[in-house]
């Protein structure tokens, strides 16, 4: 099983604890896309931990299309945790997509002010 | 507590487009109970204030501080030397906040970044409903603890009116009429005589009718 290695992957033991902050800190830190990997639709261990994520994921998308970062570079995904090769073409899809959007504006607009590549952009 | 929500993004940042230095406060009160001005709420206007400043080509600042409330005046100074750093204050706080800390420090242009709904009460996570509208002369003891003045529509001293049907009011069935909720509380209360002795017609003047009101506690009062 192989998937881009430009895929930074930050591990939680839910998607439930993916936060609003999270997502909107990794954009303005200068990612072009974050997707959110939770488990099927009601297959959550937690109940809910992934319809919760689905919501924050649609709220964080409402603003960066507000403030002309572009919703469509955050996404959520939902997969089990058996289902290996799922991820790996959720990854490349999601990459694919994100390649075709271009580079994040606030990445370019870093770059152009001359800052310092973060990790993320670096890898 | 005071109940508010966010103010749309899109208008906020037509408020502070054009200005370099930008301070989003919260306030640890109200507002951070119902999810709308808080420390976290503040973070995420400032961080999408800063992409969207970022993605404009502009090198604008935007910070964020949370104070403990903004209806008192001791927290807001504690707040002076920060607030004298920036352009403008977007306050998350609700409609009193927002005007004390513009009393304050007068001369700074102050935003309000919620729009304060209501007094109310948390029903679930994620869901807060009306309960008081301060009318300043509670007839709660008379009405079962329900209040007919924020839950029912026409605010009416007596009713239900001809608009309640099967519990629900006439402007929504999602809404519950308040005076049939009173109905049944009286009941289960054994003191459905009450519905014998009208209420008498309300002295609005406590309420808004009688201009910006003041409250004055002697005993602690300077």
Known sequence: ?123 | MIIAKPKPIDEIINEVKDLDKILVAGCDGCVTVCEAGGMKEAQILGSALRMYFRQAGKDTKVDEISLTRQCDRPYLEQAADKVKEYDAVVSLACGAGVQFLAETFNGKPIFPGVNTCFIGVTEQKGEWTERCQACGDCILASTGGICPIARCSKRMSNGPCGGSSNGNCEISKDTACGWHLIYERLKELGQLDRFERPNEPKNWSTSRDGGPRKVIKEVSHQ
């Open chain 1, 1 to 123: 099983m192989s998937y881009p290695t430009n895929v930074k992957i930050v591990k939680l033991p839910c998607s439930g604890r993916v936060d609003i902050l999270h997502l909107m800190k990794a954009m303005e830190e200068g990612a072009d896309g974050v997707f959110v990997a939770g488990c099927l639709e009601g297959d959550c261990h937690y109940q809910a931990g992934n319809l919760r994520a689905k919501k924050r994921v649609a709220y964080v998308k409402e603003i960066l299309d507000k403030i002309g970062v572009g919703g469509e570079r955050v996404a959520m995904y939902n997969l089990s945790a058996g289902q290996g090769p799922r991820f790996a073409e959720i990854a490349r899809e999601m990459t694919e997509k994100i390649r075709e959007l271009g580079p994040s504006p606030i990445r370019i607009a870093k770059r152009q002010a001359g800052e310092r590549p973060t990790t993320e952009e670096a890898a």
